[in-house]
């Protein structure tokens, strides 16, 4: 049996917990699917050592709270390859894709949340009415 989506855990702070929050709620939408989008915004951008540096340096404060969220399975299949290219970068083995998903999360929420606003906004401009109003 096949899955369309798999269940991870996402370690963030408090603050980036509430952001994510208020974002699906701006959005209509839920904490995953925020998730979801962010790691669309910024994996592609994970492509040299600088970058790949900067995703590290997310990891820098501590993350106590815990937050499970559920990916599509091809975009968690993403992770796995980010972090094989973060390691082949740094040198550095973050040892699981649920270490490259909160790094992932925490670098784009590390943005200007007026500008992560208008980028979900941009994102789903093309959502049909209906799914907006869920």
Same mark, same amino acid.
């Given at each position: +049996?096949? *899955?369309? $989506?798999?269940? +991870?855990?996402?370690?963030?702070? #408090? ?17 995953? $699917? ?13 492509? *040299? ?7 590290? !340096? ?14 599509? =399975?091809?975009? #968690? ?20 894709? *649920?270490? +490259?998903?909160? !790094? ?13 606003? !208008?980028?979900? =906004?941009? +994102? ?8 907006? !109003? #869920?």
């Amino acid at each position: +049996m096949e *899955c369309d $989506e798999v269940i +991870m855990t996402v370690r963030i702070t #408090a603050a980036e917990r509430a952001l994510l929050r208020r974002l699906a709620q701006g959005h209509h939408s839920d904490v995953s $699917e925020v998730v979801a989008d962010g790691l669309l915004d910024v994996l592609p951008t994970l492509h *040299c050592p600088a970058d790949a540096h900067r995703l590290l !340096a997310a990891l820098a404060t501590p993350a106590p709270c815990a937050l499970t969220v559920w990916l599509p =399975t091809e975009l #968690a299949d993403l992770l796995t390859i980010a972090t094989a290219r973060v390691a082949q970068s740094t040198g550095v083995r973050l040892g699981s894709s *649920c270490i +490259m998903l909160g !790094a992932a999360v925490r670098l784009w929420l590390a943005q200007d949340p007026q500008r992560l606003a !208008a980028n979900l =906004t941009t +994102m789903h401009a093309g959502r049909p009415a209906a799914l907006a !109003a #869920a």
